[in-house]
C-alpha cells in the first residue's frame, strides 16, 4: 500500500497498491471489501494520492501517464478520466467548500485546478 486515505462519511478505507488498483477496507473492523475495487490506472513504482469527494460519492487518482481518474462510489465504475499532467500525477483533490472543483499536481511542476 503506498497511499491510504478514509472516506468523509466513513464508507471505508482508500487503499492504493502497487497492483494498479484501490482496494477497499470496511472502516468498523478493518475487513477487505471484496465488491470495492477500482481499477483502470496505472501507478505501478508511483506514490499517486487517491482522495474522496466531500461527499463520498467519488474516488480520485492520478496516474503514472498523467492522467486523473474518477470513479463512481457506488459502481466502482470510471465516471471521468482526463490527461491532467506531462509525467506523473501525483496528487488530487476536491475543494472542500467548492466541490465541483479538483486540484491536481505533477511531476511537470504545476499545480491545476479542474472545475
Not at 487503499?15 to 482496494?23: A, G, L, R
Not at 473492523?29 to 499517486?48: D, Q, S
Not at 475543494?95 to 499536481?105: D, G, Q, R, V
Request: aromatic share 12%; glycine share 8%; with cysteine.
Amino acid at each position: 500500500v503506498r497511499e491510504a486515505v478514509v472516506s468523509t462519511q466513513s464508507t471505508g478505507l482508500a487503499c492504493q497498491s502497487m497492483d494498479n488498483k484501490i482496494t477497499v477496507f470496511a472502516t468498523q473492523k478493518l475487513r477487505l471489501n471484496r465488491k470495492k475495487v477500482f481499477k483502470g490506472h496505472m501507478v505501478a513504482g508511483y506514490a499517486c494520492q487517491c482522495n474522496f469527494s466531500p461527499d463520498s460519492a467519488y474516488l480520485v487518482s492520478g496516474d503514472a501517464d498523467g492522467r486523473c481518474f474518477i470513479w463512481d462510489w457506488k459502481t466502482t465504475k470510471v465516471y471521468k478520466r482526463f490527461k491532467a499532467h506531462e509525467g506523473v500525477c501525483g496528487g488530487c483533490t476536491w475543494l472542500p467548500h467548492e466541490t465541483s472543483k479538483l486540484l491536481t499536481c505533477g511531476w511537470d511542476g504545476k499545480i491545476k485546478l479542474w472545475d
